[in-house]
T-cell receptor
């Protein structure tokens, strides 16, 4: 019940295309869902986050779509650029225990 | 504003030794969390501290311990190192998990156990 399942494991997208990464969770007590971007040799950086009372959140080229009934959320990267090539992690957290539960990560490669 | 800093960045230790890693959070942040990142297990939560108190602990053996000081700086200690402890250890800070869940990560300490 504590798991967050992330797919795909790796993704190759052409420059200018849309990158889509999906996550699913079981525990309905989660109340905050962030996405992190990690470059090699760096720590994860918070990209965008959403709460379950919102169905979509957009920041620049990055959009989170949230489906509460299906217990799924996804990250869409519009107009993908080579600089977006990184590993992306979805995560979930609940107020009661302060720990991020992480997806397994998606290695995204944007081909020029 | 300076980000989260972690020292040292790289460390090589021998099995059976112990190690202490340090984390300085963003100024004003009072919550510090530690995570272990490995290719096989991904990112796993170690523990979280707020105002010098451990509020939650992950499923790691007692060899992994931590503490937080009054200035919010935190240390984690691993005793009797095993080969499987080789990993990237990440520290993250946030204002407080009760106010915001936004956690900001440092660059990590790469620990290699030989």
């Amino acid at each position: 019940q504590q798991q967050v399942k992330q797919s795909p494991q790796s993704l190759i997208v052409q420059k200018g295309g849309i990158s889509i990464i999906n996550c699913a969770y079981e525990n309905t007590a989660f109340d905050y869902f962030p996405w992190y971007q990690q470059f090699p040799g760096k720590g994860p950086a918070l990209l965008i986050a959403i709460r379950p009372d919102v169905s979509e959140k957009k920041e620049g080229r990055f959009t989170i779509s949230f489906n509460k009934s299906a217990k799924q959320f996804s990250l869409h990267i519009m107009d993908s650029q080579p600089g977006d090539s990184a590993t992306y992690f979805c995560a979930a957290i609940m107020d009661s225990n302060y720990q991020l539960i992480w997806g397994a990560g998606t290695k995204l490669i944007i081909k020029p | 504003k300076a980000g989260v800093t972690q020292t040292p960045r790289y460390l090589i230790k021998t099995r059976g030794q112990q190690v202490t890693l340090s984390c300085s959070p963003i100024s004003g942040h009072r919550s510090v969390s530690w995570y272990q990142q490995t290719p096989g297990q991904g990112l796993q939560f170690l523990f979280e501290y707020f105002s010098e108190t451990q509020r939650n602990k992950g499923n790691f053996p007692g060899r992994f311990s931590g503490r937080q000081f009054s200035n919010s700086r935190s240390e984690m200690n691993v005793s009797t190192l095993e080969l499987g402890d080789s990993a990237l250890y990440l520290c993250a800070s946030s204002l407080s998990a009760g106010v915001t869940y936004e956690q900001y990560f440092g660059p990590g300490t790469r620990l290699t156990v030989t």
